[in-house]
């Protein structure tokens, strides 16, 4: 058929490429493609063995109902699901830097790196920690105003030089 579109399959979200808008033409909450994980996220009443000794520890250590859905889609291979958990764990336990401060950098790095998901993730332990919107506001402002400078020096290749304090200065 000349001029006719091919007929695809749907993928597994039920989309075609005919059904997916062209951009421009449509406005941007029409043109965006619900998103859905690349690997069959591991439900919690399918979790054995490793998978569900550490959903069991997500959930009572993390005092929560439900296990999230980050660790339900790398939870297709197991060694990676524990390693990342366990990692995790120890770097965000109290230690020289208080969980709050590691959280507010969770989410600096996270909105650096455009992580949706880690962005309300780690926004919603700050909220649970005490965060309010304006302490939010000030994060970013910082995160801001870095990620700028850090683009000047980079571009400009600006050399370091150690501050040298003032004759008399401490």
């Not at 336990?93 to 600096?108: H, L, P, Q, S």
């Not at 700028?148 to 020096?153: D, E, P, S, W």
């Amino acid at each position: 058929m000349t001029g006719a579109r091919a007929r695809r399959a749907p993928d597994r979200r039920g989309l075609t490429a005919a059904s997916v808008p062209a951009p421009g033409r449509v406005g941007r909450a029409e043109r965006e493609v619900p998103r859905v994980p690349l690997t069959r996220p591991i439900p919690e009443d399918e979790a054995a063995g490793k998978v569900k000794a550490v959903y069991d520890d997500i959930l009572a250590s993390r005092n929560l109902a439900r296990v999230p859905a980050f660790w339900k889609a790398v939870a297709a291979n197991p060694d990676y699901l524990e390693a990342t958990w366990n990692r995790l764990k120890t770097v965000m336990d109290e230690g020289r830097i208080d969980r709050r401060t590691k959280e507010m950098i969770a989410v600096a790095v996270s909105a650096t790196n455009n992580c949706d998901y880690c962005i309300r993730s780690h926004t919603d332990a700050l909220r649970a920690l005490g965060v309010d919107d304006a302490t939010l506001v000030e994060l970013m402002a910082v995160v801001d105003v870095f990620n700028g400078t850090n683009a000047v020096a980079s571009g400009l290749k600006i050399e370091y030089e150690p501050p040298v304090p003032a004759e008399g200065a401490r």
